[in-house]
């Protein structure tokens, strides 16, 4: 009985571990990283008033994104997220870098932002709305009584007495 015993132990406390493992990796921090900015070496190459458009592309590749509405500011960005256990993902850092040009596309400024800037970029300004008016299960429920006709319910296919 008691090599049955001592069997059990030792299952029992390799479960643990196993358990008590999953339960330190489930809370790790987990780090992404998104996107890219220019390093300062290529941005010292830039001369105002005299790089072009294509010259950046050129030097430092494609942006990441352009202006939604100004179409003349090229735009990299670099985030980074971390993730918690369950809890939901937070940016911890972003770097944004935005190239604008002249209405001849030639370089008039380079500017860079972070998160501490508390400074709002518009990326997208695709907006969507549903139509959908904000009214409860209840309230959809009692405003289609007026909307039910008992004609219309008697004059369908199944009460149509002619065919």
């Known amino acids: 009985m008691s090599s049955q015993s001592s069997t059990m132990r030792a299952s029992l406390r390799r479960v643990s571990l196993i358990v008590g493992l999953i339960a330190v990796t489930g809370c790790t921090t987990l780090t992404s990283r998104h996107g890219f900015v220019p390093l300062p070496e290529d941005l010292e190459q830039m001369v105002v008033g005299q790089t072009t458009?294509?010259?950046?592309?050129?030097?430092?590749?494609?942006?990441?994104?352009?202006?939604?509405?100004?179409?003349?500011?090229?735009?990299?960005?670099?985030s980074e997220r971390e993730v918690f256990g369950p809890f939901a993902p937070e940016i911890s850092k972003r770097e944004v870098l935005a190239i604008s040009f002249t209405n001849g596309g030639v370089l008039a400024n380079i500017q860079r932002f972070g998160l501490e800037d508390g400074r709002v970029v518009v990326l997208s300004r695709r907006i969507t709305d549903?139509?959908?008016?904000?009214?409860?299960?209840?309230?959809?429920?009692?405003?289609?009584?007026?909307?039910?006709?008992?004609?219309?319910?008697?004059?369908?296919?199944?009460?149509?007495?002619?065919?």
């Open 130 to 163: 549903d139509g959908i008016v904000d009214v409860s299960f209840i309230g959809q429920l009692l405003g289609a009584f007026g909307n039910i006709d008992a004609g219309t319910l008697l004059d369908g296919p199944i009460g149509d007495a002619d065919t």
């Open 53 to 78: 458009r294509q010259d950046v592309i050129d030097l430092v590749g494609p942006p990441t994104t352009s202006g939604a509405v100004d179409t003349q500011t090229l735009y990299y960005v670099k």
